[in-house]
């Protein structure tokens, strides 16, 4: 009968033997998706687990900028050991020095301690995304945790080559991201060499006030990076159609156009951040300049090694 239901499209399996409803699924990001997932495992499982990394991240509304486990991170004592199972994927970390806090009946490590532990293995452009999202205060709802607090977290977890890459991504976090494509924006506009910007600028316009995503004051210059979800995430429209954000979108970047300060205006996608040396390309031709030449596997190497040391 399962399976009659999941060919009509009447259900969706989300693994073998858990199911939901396709209106539940389908309206639901990679996130919400991982999160139902530790969810329905914490139903599941006989015995209490810790939960921590991407599920940790997925319960705390820690967003990520790459895609989320097929199984659920827990921990284990280190002289445990454990196989990782079709379910979960045991950690053998340990609990020492860990923050585990009980949320809404289930154990979890702290949002802080969760950052901290992904920006150990995570890339490091990665590792900032979960740290600007862990503090991040404009993102429709308040920050699981703070700057001080990962700071303090990092401080405690000692000196291990991989809590230096913690450390370093901590570095660069900021709580003034406004989503996953900024935060990944700003990593890859030092790494093309570009200065470090002001984040969300306030610009008092004839047409009210409005606030910028990047603004490098000394070049006169605003970059934008635009996600399609301001067009579609209902937080975001409320109540206003696409088509009325689009226009209030014109408006507002013809606004700052023409203030006398702003003498250039880049806009990119979170396509472009892919293909990094077009992005280099669309910024130096609308006249921001940078330290770098044209970006190659090698010049990005050095850069990635020098902003790791810069941040540390």
Request: aromatic letters at 6%; a positive charge.
């Amino acid at each position: 009968q399962l399976q009659h239901l999941v060919n009509a499209g009447a259900l969706i399996r989300v693994r073998p033997g858990e199911f939901t409803l396709p209106e539940q699924w389908s309206g639901a990001d990679t996130m919400a998706r991982h999160r139902e997932l530790v969810l329905r495992t914490a139903e599941r499982v006989a015995t209490p687990q810790v939960y921590a990394y991407h599920a940790a991240a997925a319960l705390w509304g820690i967003r990520m900028l790459r895609g989320w486990p097929p199984r659920v991170d827990v921990l284990v004592e280190r002289s445990g050991g454990g196989r990782s199972s079709g379910r979960l994927r045991r950690r053998t970390v340990g609990f020492a020095d860990r923050e585990v806090v009980d949320l809404h009946g289930l154990l979890v490590t702290s949002p802080a301690q969760t950052v901290v532990d992904l920006a150990t293995e995570l890339p490091f452009t990665d590792a900032v995304v979960a740290a600007d999202s862990a503090i991040g205060t404009l993102l429709h709802r308040p920050p699981p945790t703070t700057l001080d607090e990962l700071r303090e977290r990092v401080a405690a977890s000692g000196s291990r080559r991989r809590i230096l890459r913690a450390r370093a991504a901590i570095a660069e976090a900021s709580p003034l991201s406004g989503s996953v494509a900024e935060s990944d924006s700003r990593v890859k506009l030092l790494l093309l060499g570009f200065p470090r910007p002001e984040l969300q600028h306030r610009f008092v316009t004839a047409h009210g006030t409005f606030y910028a995503d990047f603004y490098w004051p000394s070049h006169g210059h605003v970059g934008e990076c635009d996600g399609r979800e301001k067009y579609a995430d209902p937080r975001i429209l409320g109540g206003r159609t696409p088509q009325e954000v689009f226009r209030a979108e014109k408006l507002r970047e013809h606004s700052i156009r023409a203030l006398e300060e702003v003498r250039g205006f880049s806009r990119w996608e979170p396509a472009d951040l892919v293909a990094l040396p077009r992005l280099y390309d669309r910024l130096v031709a609308d006249g921001l300049p940078s330290r770098l030449p044209r970006p190659t596997d090698a010049t990005l190497t050095q850069a990635r090694a020098a902003l790791l040391r810069v941040a540390r």
